[in-house]
């Protein structure tokens, strides 16, 4: 709480039964906390949240985003999540050239020549037969 700047002098604390509020009176940041039965716990919980709410304020982000940061850098990754890594699986990737069985490959040849031998007797490709 020092190193941010936040004093005991500076909080105001108010209870009701087992929950604690408390007020950061230079920053007016207001935190609650009612998460145990026992009083002490909850103002430990408080100040935590407090902390938080500060760190937060200091870096100009929410206390939730603080809170996932720290918990992706604790988990080895990287800052933020990024939709490209994401969709990677989704892009199309070069394989193989597909391997075409040796029966297909007969039947191409067959199919290529007779439509060949076709197209010469029927004058459809002469100007380019005759190029040849």
């Known amino acids: 709480m020092d190193a941010l700047g936040c004093h005991e002098r ?12 408390i007020l950061h009176r230079p920053t007016g940041i207001k935190v609650r906390c009612n998460r145990e039965r026992s009083q002490a716990l909850n103002r430990f919980f408080a100040r935590r949240l407090l902390v938080e709410e500060l ?5 100009n982000k929410t206390r939730h985003e603080i809170k996932a940061e720290q918990l992706r850098e604790k988990k080895g990754r990287n800052k933020k999540p990024r939709v490209d890594r994401s969709l990677s699986q989704f892009h199309l990737r070069p394989e193989k050239e597909p391997t075409v ?7 191409l040849k067959r199919w290529h020549a007779s439509n060949d ?8 490709d002469v100007a380019t037969s005759a190029q040849e």
């Open 10 to 21: 500076d909080l105001e604390e108010s209870f009701r039964g087992t929950s604690i509020t």
């Open 101 to 107: 069985s040796p029966a297909v490959e007969t039947l």
């Open 55 to 59: 760190e937060a304020q200091v870096e």
């Open 117 to 124: 031998s076709e197209r010469d007797s029927t004058g459809g």
